[in-house]
């Protein structure tokens, strides 16, 4: 490489991270910040509507008893070894009647718009072929144990 084109490399490579750094400060004004793997969140929002909002209710709170609140919490799971699987293998993700790409679409949206604050700054959106075979095996009674047993797991983290 000569000289020129090293400097020019050097240059871009310098603006590109100026960029990223601009992002990332965006991203303390979660209006700002980019939901990414959310390719339409129109379609998540209606979909979450027709599709959760019953359990999980509008903003995300759950209830007390049976359906867990994802305001706040959700995004944890991605954070302990086994969480980002169990998320597309509860029931209520696995079996809904939504294609694998909407379907990813909607988890993404979710874990964006109920807990921003506990999502990796590496997170990694779910593709339409990772809901896909994870949804090919829904959990079935186990699926208390292995909640518990995750819960316990960020709990522990603190
Ligand atoms: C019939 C009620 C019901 C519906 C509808 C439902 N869920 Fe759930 N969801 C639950 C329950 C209950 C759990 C706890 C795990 C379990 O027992 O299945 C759960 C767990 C989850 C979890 C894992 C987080 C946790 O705290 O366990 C995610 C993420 C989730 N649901 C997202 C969704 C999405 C997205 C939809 C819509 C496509 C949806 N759910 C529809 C009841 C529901």
């Known amino acids: 490489m000569n ?9 871009l490579a310098v603006l590109a991270s100026a960029g990223m750094a601009g992002a990332r400060g965006d991203m303390t004004a979660a209006s700002a910040r980019v939901w990414v793997g959310v390719t339409d ?9 027709l599709k959760c909002q019953g359990c999980h209710r509008p903003d995300g709170s759950g209830d007390d008893h049976s359906n867990p609140p994802m305001r706040g919490v959700v995004a944890r799971f991605l954070g302990v070894p086994g969480g980002r699987e169990f998320i597309g293998r509860v029931p209520g993700v696995a079996t ?3 294609d694998d790409a909407r379907l990813a679409n909607l988890v993404n949206w979710t874990l964006h718009r ?4 506990h999502l990796p700054r590496d997170f990694r959106p779910y593709t339409a072929e990772e809901i896909g075979a994870l949804r090919a095996h829904p959990l079935r009674l186990e699926r208390a144990e292995t909640r518990a047993r995750l819960v316990k797991a960020f709990d522990d983290q603190g």
């Open 3 to 11: 000289r020129a084109r090293l400097a020019l490399g050097c240059g």
């Open 41 to 49: 969140p129109v379609q998540a929002r209606t979909d979450y509507q």
């Open 96 to 98: 809904v009647d939504l």
């Open 114 to 117: 109920f807990d921003p604050d």
